[in-house]
């Protein structure tokens, strides 16, 4: 009999129990999807890569950090000219790291569609990114990305 009066209660405190983690967890839903629709609302990058151009790219991330003079026709880095002497190493050592500036955009909007804890770039009032900043888990250790793009100039095809 006893059995009998812990079951209704053991019913009701089951759907009690249920109840709250649906709501929990609806919450916990309903949370990721307004920070997903918060990210989805960060504006894409819209800049036009143009046929020709050169900058300066100042990196600092784990794999590539100096100062670089870029060189870029038709979406490929055509040169790469290291300017202190960790980029001259590199730029002989992997050639293939240093970025165009679409690749750098490429690069933050997939931080910011991977949920990065910083996907952040200053502009130009041409759109151009000036400075990125990425940094993908804020407790983690040497997987940020700094990014300073300078001395941009749009050459003739």
Same mark, same amino acid.
């Given at each position: 009999? =006893? &059995?009998? *009066?812990? *079951?209704? *209660?053991?019913?009701?405190? &089951? /759907?009690?129990?249920? /109840?709250?983690? !649906? &709501?929990? +967890?609806?919450?916990? !839903? @309903?949370?990721?999807?307004?920070?997903?629709?918060?990210?989805?609302? $960060?504006? $894409? =990058? +819209?800049?036009?890569?143009?046929?020709? %151009?050169? %900058? =300066?790219?100042?990196?600092?991330?784990?794999?590539? /950090?100096? +100062?670089?003079?870029? $060189?870029? *026709?038709?979406? +490929?880095?055509?040169? &790469?000219?290291?300017? @202190?002497?960790?980029?001259?190493?590199?730029?002989q050592e992997l050639p293939r790291e240093i970025p165009t500036i679409a690749e750098l955009l490429k690069r933050l909007d997939q931080a910011r569609s991977d949920g990065a804890d910083t996907a952040e770039a200053e502009y130009a009032a041409d759109g151009r990114p000036l400075r990125i900043t990425l940094d993908w888990e804020k407790n983690a250790i040497d997987d940020e990305a700094l990014y300073v793009i300078s001395s941009y100039e749009s050459t003739p095809v």
């Amino acid at each position: 009999m =006893t &059995a009998g *009066r812990l *079951r209704p *209660r053991s019913a009701s405190a &089951a /759907a009690m129990i249920g /109840a709250l983690l !649906c &709501a929990a +967890t609806s919450a916990a !839903c @309903d949370s990721s999807t307004s920070a997903e629709s918060a990210d989805e609302r $960060k504006p $894409k =990058t +819209t800049w036009e890569e143009p046929a020709a %151009y050169s %900058y =300066t790219l100042t990196s600092t991330t784990q794999v590539l /950090a100096g +100062t670089f003079r870029v $060189k870029v *026709r038709d979406g +490929t880095v055509t040169e &790469a000219v290291g300017i @202190d002497e960790d980029s001259q190493r590199q730029v002989q050592e992997l050639p293939r790291e240093i970025p165009t500036i679409a690749e750098l955009l490429k690069r933050l909007d997939q931080a910011r569609s991977d949920g990065a804890d910083t996907a952040e770039a200053e502009y130009a009032a041409d759109g151009r990114p000036l400075r990125i900043t990425l940094d993908w888990e804020k407790n983690a250790i040497d997987d940020e990305a700094l990014y300073v793009i300078s001395s941009y100039e749009s050459t003739p095809v």
